[in-house]
């Protein structure tokens, strides 16, 4: 976000005749206040990206609705969300809403959500559920990964992170019930000890591939588990 400037234009002032010392202890106030309320930053210094720690707390209770396009008629996906997640980066066919807070004068990421709409495997009649039998043998779902893979490490903060997935489960609410897994997700860096935790869905129509990413502090992904199912829940595509 472009810094706000909140100075009002200057009017004219009356002339003080001042002491010299009494002007300088004046200034000084002034210049003090000053460096308070703004946390000792210039303006219009360009904005920080988030920061990511792993020691703060958050709790959602308002959701609103977002959709993202499709490349046609009936494609696409809506979703809940925290009203405080907004758009940081959406294009079309994707969404990218992150949620960050304002720690020790530097914007510090709180969560994340991901929707992106791709193409990819069009299953039919015959093979879905030899497909869905595929993904859920631990065995024999390394083909699936793979596939996830290049999306995973494009989410990743940076360089020096790296993720892990837990087991595949499927994944259904009220209008999804089919060729859709969900897992669970951890990203960390082992240096610094930083970590994020959250879940991926991917869900395969006839016509597109979704993925649904949601990433957290561990504390917020934790203690808001009731809302991220809700958002969850929500999820539509193709309609």
């Known amino acids: 976000m472009p810094p706000v400037n909140n100075q009002t234009p200057k009017k004219p002032r009356p002339k003080l005749y001042l002491g010299g010392g009494l002007l300088v202890v004046l200034i000084l106030i ?22 990511i720690s792993n020691g703060l707390s958050y709790t959602y209770s308002k959701l609103d609705s977002y959709q993202v396009s499709g490349y046609a ?7 809940l969300k925290p009203m405080e997640l907004i758009p940081v980066n959406s294009r079309k066919y994707q969404a990218e809403l992150a949620h960050s807070i304002n720690q020790n004068a530097q914007p510090e990421l709180v969560s994340y959500i991901m929707a992106q709409s791709v193409s990819g495997v069009v299953l039919n009649a015959g093979s879905s559920q030899s497909f869905n039998n595929q993904i859920m043998s631990s065995s024999s779902r390394q083909p699936l990964i793979q596939s996830l893979d290049g999306f995973l490490k494009s989410e990743l903060p940076a360089k020096t992170w790296k993720y892990s997935l837990g087991p595949t489960t499927a994944f259904k609410n009220s209008t999804v019930n089919a060729d859709a897994w969900s ?3 951890t990203m960390s860096e082992q240096k610094s000890g930083k970590s994020l935790n959250g879940q991926l869905i991917y869900i395969i129509t006839s016509s597109r591939n979704y993925y649904f990413l949601i990433l957290a502090k561990p504390n917020v992904w934790q203690s808001n588990q009731a809302v991220w199912q809700k958002v969850t829940d929500s999820i539509k595509v193709d309609q």
């Open 30 to 51: 002034v210049l003090g206040v000053w460096l308070v309320r703004s946390g000792g930053s210039s303006p219009g210094a360009p904005a920080q990206s988030p920061k």
């Open 73 to 79: 008629s009936g494609q696409g996906m809506t979703f």
């Open 183 to 185: 897992f669970s997700v």
